[in-house]
Each structure stands twice: as C-alpha cells, then as structure tokens.
C-alpha cells in the first residue's frame, strides 16, 4: 500500500475560525452562570424557605441560560467578513 499524504488544510477551508471558537466559550461561560444562579437549597419537610421564588432563581439564571444557547447557535453560523469574500471568489 502506499502511502497517502494528507494535504494541507487552508483556514478558509476550515469550519470554525479562532473568532468561532471564542464566541463559543464565551456562550458556554454564559451556560455556565446561567445555570449557577438556578441552584441553591430548596424547602425542607420543617421549614418553608421562600428564597426559592426569588427572582435570582426564576427570572435570571433561565434568561442568561437561554440566551446562552441561543447565542451558541449564532456562534456556530457566524462566518467573518473576510472569508465570505474569499469563499465566494473560489467558486
């Protein structure tokens, strides 16, 4: 068998770019806090804690979540201006 040279990936070629990759984490981060404002204790069989309707818990940790991962969606589509350009000069 002989052997097969792997050829040499351009970064126009590749799917995601650095500004990718940052958008990403930075979504993932977003996630992340999101779902650490959500937690905490809760209510016990003795005692009512009404902390866990407070607007923290119910409000802000599920907007942050959710626009998290509507951001990572944006993310993952987001093509620079540079190489739109230089995709559709290849065609």
Do not use: Y
């Amino acid at each position: 068998m002989q052997k097969e040279e792997l050829k040499k990936v351009t970064p126009t070629q590749r799917p995601f770019s650095k500004i990718n990759f940052f958008m990403m984490g930075g979504c993932v981060v977003l996630i992340i806090l999101g779902f650490v404002l959500m937690s905490g204790g809760g209510s016990d069989d003795a005692s009512f804690n009404p902390e866990i309707f407070s607007t923290r818990r119910i409000v802000v940790g599920p907007l942050l979540a959710f626009l998290g991962f509507l951001f990572m969606a944006f993310a993952i589509m987001w093509k620079p201006k540079s190489e739109k350009s230089e995709h559709n000069l290849d065609n």
